[in-house]
């Protein structure tokens, strides 16, 4: 089993700059990660963290302001996510059901781009083709190559559903993740259905 410690010690030796949040949310010359993306971030487990943070550092240096808008979620939230648009008339944003979300296991994260200080959602292919090209150029995977594309999403290349849900990597939310399902049954899904599609 590789631990989430492991992956990161080998992200270290890519020497992977460290950005610091500068609080004001405000674009900056200096390249650094705004406050509220680096409080995602710093939620995420550690051995996406630098990525993270180095996908926004790369975008913006291509002229694109990012900000991450969502990272680890708890499967509560994951929960309330997937009812939207099953039991309420919104629409559906994601397909996996609490605890089967690689946002549960802290190695996802959602990013949006960012015009005049305000995050924004514009139906703009190539800038999205343009978004997804920087975060897979550092090797995370995109959701925009998804049969179902979920353009903000990018995660990381190292961490497959099916290894973290039979622990052979782990995070530091495998713990939590893994009781929530045993625990709830309508959490709980066919894992050999499961794996096939991984």
């Not at 180095?54 to 309330?80: C, M, N, T, W």
């Not at 005049?116 to 703009?124: A, E, F, I, M, S």
């Amino acid at each position: 089993m590789v631990s989430s410690q492991e992956i990161n010690q080998l992200l270290n030796y890519l020497e992977v700059p460290i950005a610091l949040p500068y609080g004001d949310d405000k674009p900056s010359n200096s390249f650094l990660v705004d406050a509220k993306s680096e409080g995602i971030i710093k939620g995420l487990d550690p051995s996406v963290q630098s990525l993270a943070r180095e996908f926004i550092l790369k975008a913006y240096s291509s002229g694109i302001e990012l900000r991450i808008v969502s990272g680890y979620r708890s499967p509560a939230v994951q929960d309330k996510l997937y009812q939207q648009g099953r039991t309420t008339d919104e629409s559906v944003v994601t397909n996996a059901k609490a605890g089967y979300s690689k946002h549960n296991f802290g190695v996802a994260f959602d990013v949006a781009p960012v015009r005049d200080g305000n995050v924004y959602w514009p139906n703009d292919k190539n800038l999205w083709a343009t978004i997804g090209s920087i975060g897979k150029s550092l090797g995370l995977k995109w959701g925009g190559d998804w049969e179902k594309p979920d353009l903000p999403h990018f995660e990381h290349p190292l961490f497959e559903m099916k290894d973290l849900l039979t622990r052979r990597v782990e995070t530091i939310y495998s713990e939590q993740n893994l009781n929530f399902i045993a625990k709830n049954k309508h959490a709980r899904i066919d894992i050999l259905g499961l794996m096939k599609n991984f």
